[in-house]
C-alpha cells in the first residue's frame, strides 16, 4: 500500500508572521485568512514556531475579569510568560516541528503523535 506524501496533500498558500509580528496583527492575519495558526518565521524566513488561536486566547484568558465573576485559570510559570507576551516571538509555541514534503502522511502522523503537536510546517532542505 503507498501512502500519499505530504507535498501531495499540504497547502501552497502559505500564510506566515515574522517573530516582532504584535498580537493584534496575528490575530487579524488569522481571520482575514481564516486559518487557525500560522508558522512564526526568523529573520531568514525559517519556521522558529508556532503561533495559534489558541496562544492568542491564553493571552486573553490571563486578563483579569474586573467583574470577579471568572476565576484565571492557573498557568505554570512558563505559560504565564507566553501569555504575557505582545509578538510573535513571544506568543508561539516553539520550536517549530517540521515535517519534509517528500514523507508520507503516516510518517507525518507520528511525529504529530510523538511530539504532541497539531501543526507541521513543510520545509526543504533550503
Known sequence: MEHRTIGELMPRKV???RLDTPFK???QTLADNAVSAVPVLDGLGRP???VSEADLLRKAADRSDLSGRTPLPHL?????ARAEGRTAGELMS????????????????RLM???QVKRLPVVDEA
Not at 505554570?76 to 504565564?80: I, M, T
Open 76 to 80: 505554570e510559570a512558563w505559560e504565564r
Open 48 to 50: 522558529a514556531g508556532i
Open 25 to 27: 496583527e496575528i490575530a
Open 113 to 115: 503523535e510523538v511530539q
Open 94 to 109: 516553539a520550536p517549530a516541528v517540521c515535517a519534509h514534503p517528500d514523507w508520507t502522511v503516516v510518517e507525518a502522523a
Open 15 to 17: 500564510v506566515s508572521v
